[in-house]
């Protein structure tokens, strides 16, 4: 009787451990494919409960999401210009057909890489049929839209499905990049010494003719005051012979007045004159007679 329980207890666990071996459930996100001894039995990809074998079936979960591909390192293209680039490109996609992939590329990391390889190459091969400008310019959309075509086509076979390919950079080579700022840096240098060439010109024009202007016009107020001196010379020569025509006897002694005063008016001044010199006449006289 207690080998009976016992043999029913085992029987019970067994099936309750069987029966938790064989359920498994796939989320939203995911989709499955069941294996037996390692090779592919059925694919699951509607979310919920589901069974398999216990023990000689196994589960592979594979995601339903839209994945990102980012390569590590930008890539160095020619173009169809010759010109050099280095492109990073960056791709999304989905895994459509989760038996296909495992036979194929087994899980993420192997569709990693063979994404990576496919990708650099069909970039290599549309860019190297345009020019710098296209790519610059609008062309840019049409061109990554190809890349994304190409690329579909060479994945169908890998179980996935390409979103989008894009182009997330695209610069000149480090040595490109410098010789390019070493040819705008000389550029701009020469329009530097352009530009102050044709200012010095332009000041040196200004200067001349601020300083013929200059020259005009000193001269015009020179030949202005030489007049207006002259004017006044001769209306002062004028009056002074009108005043000594009236009366010369005042004027000699307004002129011997003038005499003394610049004469003596000095410190420290020695004169040696004789006595009856006509000088000293109005200090003997008044009337400045001469002396008897």
Do not use: C, H
């Not at 959309?141 to 190809?146: A, G, K, L």
């Not at 890998?158 to 390919?165: R, S």
Request: no cysteine; proline share 3%; charged share 30%.
């Amino acid at each position: 009787m207690a080998s009976f329980r016992l043999a029913i207890i085992v029987l019970l666990a067994a099936s309750v451990f069987a029966a938790y071996n064989s359920a498994f459930t796939v989320n939203q996100t995911q989709q499955a494919l069941v294996l037996q001894l390692g090779e592919p039995k059925r694919t699951i990809q509607e979310p919920g409960l589901a069974f398999k074998l216990p023990f000689i079936q196994d589960v592979t979960y594979y995601e339903k999401r839209v994945l990102s591909l980012i390569p590590q390192d930008a890539e160095e293209v020619i173009l169809s210009d010759q010109k050099r680039l280095k492109v990073d490109a960056y791709a999304r996609y989905q895994i459509s057909d989760p038996l296909l992939f495992y036979q194929t590329v087994r899980n993420e990391s192997g569709a990693r890489g063979r994404l990576e390889a496919i990708i650099d190459s069909s970039v290599r091969r549309a860019l190297g049929r345009e020019t710098l400008a296209s790519i610059l310019t609008g062309q840019r959309n049409d061109i990554t839209r190809s890349i994304g075509d190409e690329v579909n086509q060479s994945v169908t076979s890998l179980g996935i499905q390409i979103i989008d390919v894009r182009l997330r950079r695209a610069d000149y080579p480090e040595a490109t990049s410098q010789n390019i700022f070493n040819r705008m840096k000389s550029e701009r240098t020469r329009e530097a010494k352009e530009f102050r060439a044709t200012g010095e010109e332009e000041a040196q024009k200004i200067r001349s003719a601020a300083e013929k202007v200059r020259t005009v016009i000193i001269s015009e107020a020179q030949r202005t005051s030489q007049e207006t001196r002259g004017a006044g010379d001769s209306e002062a020569i004028r009056i002074y012979a009108d005043s000594f025509g009236q009366d010369a006897e005042f004027f000699a002694f307004y002129r011997s007045m003038e005499a003394y005063r610049k004469s003596f008016g000095e410190q420290d001044t020695s004169m040696v004159l004789s006595p009856d010199s006509k000088f000293f006449r109005f200090f003997l006289d008044k009337d400045g007679a001469p002396s008897k």
